[in-house]
């Protein structure tokens, strides 16, 4: 499947719902890409360093601050994690923000450690297990996007506000769930915020982003692939990564 077929497919199947997403993603991109000029024009940047008091250090790569510094991203501030659990419990204050910039953290994490696991599973494991194939860069780069993008789709309280989002394109959401659990293999059911998400992730003006000279990502298959991989990956999905044992990192158990 090309990129252009699914963007086709999800406007055709959505039409309302896709136009409404893509005014607002256009000038989110835009913002975006004067970002990659400023921080990624000339040659990649060195990352930045964040320190977590969960996880101590971050490293974020100069694409990656790109976004994050975008109001795409930067609208999760004011999106607590907890719904409205914080109007009762102050201090349950977590934003989607600092989570989605953890979730890249553990995302790397648990790529660094199943890649060792596979090294060890194949140099001294049973006899069938010498062909585990080893990580590929490309699918550390993309699995790290989908954890700063994932959450891009929720609304205000989070997972509380989005039966309420339903309701205002109720057909148009149910298309869309057929169209993505049968355009990826093993896709699960995506919630409205993950469908959402992918909205913004496969829109046009995100693919100015993805497809823009200075957005660095060492991708080798060609940008024009990087919203397939996203999209599988917030999904759950065993379409569009090299390393099987990546595909669920994002969202899975």
């Known amino acids: 499947m090309k990129p252009a ?8 199947g959505a039409p309302s719902l896709a136009a409404d997403v893509e005014t607002l993603t256009g000038p989110w991109a835009e913002e975006i890409c004067q970002n990659l000029v400023r921080h990624e024009g000339g040659k990649p940047s060195f990352p930045k360093t964040f320190t977590d008091p969960v996880h101590g250090p971050i490293d ?5 601050i790109a976004i994050l510094d975008s109001s795409l991203l930067q609208r999760l501030r004011g999106i607590r994690q907890l719904g409205m659990t914080p109007l009762v419990y102050p201090s349950a204050t977590h934003d989607r923000l600092s989570h989605s910039i953890g979730v890249v953290e553990v995302a790397e994490q648990m790529m660094r450690a199943l ?3 596979a090294e060890l599973r194949s140099n001294y494991g049973v006899s069938d297990e010498t062909s585990i194939p080893k990580a590929k860069p490309d699918d550390f780069y993309t699995i790290r996007l989908a954890g700063l993008l994932h959450d891009t789709g929720h609304a205000v309280f989070s997972h509380a506000s989005e039966s309420v989002v339903e309701k205002a394109y109720p057909e148009e959401f149910s298309a ?3 169209i993505l659990v049968s355009s ?6 995506p919630k409205v915020s ?3 998400a992918i909205l913004f992730v496969m829109s046009e003006s995100m693919r100015s982003v993805f497809e823009h000279c200075a957005f660095k990502v060492p991708y080798t298959k060609g940008h024009g692939e990087i919203p397939l991989a996203i ?8 379409s569009y ?13």
Do not use: Q
């Open 5 to 12: 077929d699914l963007r086709n497919t999800i406007r055709g």
């Open 60 to 64: 974020l790569y100069g694409w990656e």
């Open 115 to 117: 890649e060792r696991n």
């Open 176 to 178: 869309l769930e057929t």
């Open 184 to 189: 990826f293999d093993g896709a699960k059911k």
């Open 194 to 196: 993950e469908i959402i």
């Open 231 to 238: 999209t599988a990956r917030i999904l759950g999905a065993r």
């Open 241 to 253: 990564v090299e390393t099987p044992y990546f595909s669920a990192i994002i969202s899975g158990p």
